[in-house]
Every structure is written in C-alpha cells, then in structure tokens.
C-alpha cells in the first residue's frame, strides 16, 4: 500500500502539470490565431478601402476603364466572409465593374459609397483618416456622399467640369 501511495501522488501530480500545461499552450496558441485572424481583417478592410477609393479617384479623373479595374480589385478585395451589407457593396462594385460608361458608374458609386460609409461606421474599420465629402449638385440637384483620403474635394460627380464642387461633411 506504502509503494502504491509513493507512485500515486506524484503520477497525479505530473499529470496535473502535463493538463496544465498543454491548456496554457492550448490557450496561446488561441490567441495568436484570434490576433492572426483580426490582423487579416484589418488588412483586408484596409484592401477593400484602397480599392474604394482607387474607383473614387478613376471617377474624378473621367476615367471609366480604370474604374472599372479598381472595382474588379474591390471585388476580389472581398473574399468569402461576407455579411449582408459586404454581399451589397460586392453588387455594387460588380455593376461598376461591368460598364464602361462613365456616368452608368456614378450612378452606382453612389450606392457604393453609401454602403461602404455604412460598412466603415458599424465596423470602424478604417485605419486612416476618412472624409465624408458631399456635392449637392449631384444627379440633378439631389446632392451625393463620398469618402476621401484626402480633405480637398475632388468630387467623382463631376471630374474636371466641377472638379472641387463640394465640401467635407464628416471626418472618420
């Protein structure tokens, strides 16, 4: 009885020490794919925004085909993991995506940009300095939102008939 009490405690206790151990490890290892997974995030959100913003500056520059470009990047900017407002800003990337005609394009980067303004306040994404910027001349005097990069109105309205037309709203 004295040998199996000898053997015993101290087989319990390694085993206590291996459990412990391997949860400690188990947790670590937790933590790195949790901070691994948001450092993915912030960069595809990061991607997403370029993209964004890329399809904005083709606009103000008139430039159709380099719209069409930087939404296809957006587009694949996405990825897999998709919610509902991502599924909306895909349809609309996608539509900017399939023309050519300019002002076919401004008509949907305005639902674009409303989305991703949606997309970067619920989630915060953003890790750089916005401007939400507004023309109010806009499709007949109905005035449209953008985000910006830059706090100069460039507005993708109008490019260079009305280059600066605008003004900053908000900063995110």
């Given amino acids: 009885m004295r040998i199996l009490k000898t053997l015993f405690i101290p087989t319990i206790a390694l085993g206590c020490l291996i459990f412990l151990s391997s949860c400690?490890?188990?947790?670590?290892?937790?933590?790195?794919?949790k901070t691994e997974r948001l450092s993915s995030t912030d960069a595809k959100a990061s991607e997403i925004l370029d993209h964004y913003l890329e399809i904005k500056d083709a606009l103000v520059q008139t430039?159709?085909?380099?719209?069409?470009?930087?939404?296809?990047?957006?587009?694949?900017?996405?990825?897999?993991?998709?919610?509902?407002?991502?599924?909306?800003?895909?349809l609309?990337?996608?539509?900017?995506?399939?023309t050519k005609d300019v002002k076919t394009q401004r008509?949907?980067?305005?639902?674009?940009?409303?989305?991703?303004?949606?997309?970067?306040?619920?989630?915060?994404?953003?890790?750089?300095?916005?401007?939400?910027?507004?023309?109010?001349?806009?499709?007949?005097n109905e005035g449209a939102y953008w985000l910006s990069a830059e706090k100069e109105v460039n507005n993708p309205y109008f490019g260079d008939k009305m280059l600066h037309c605008g003004s900053v709203k908000e900063e995110l």
């Fill in 24 to 33: 400690e490890s188990s947790g670590t290892s937790d933590t790195k794919n």
């Fill in 63 to 90: 430039d159709s085909e380099a719209a069409s470009k930087a939404a296809k990047k957006l587009m694949n900017g996405i990825g897999s993991e998709r919610t509902d407002l991502m599924k909306i800003i895909l």
């Fill in 92 to 98: 609309n990337a996608k539509l900017i995506a399939e």
């Fill in 107 to 140: 008509d949907h980067f305005n639902s674009l940009s409303e989305n991703v303004y949606k997309w970067v306040k619920e989630t915060n994404v953003n890790d750089q300095k916005l401007y939400k910027q507004y023309c109010p001349m806009a499709f007949n």
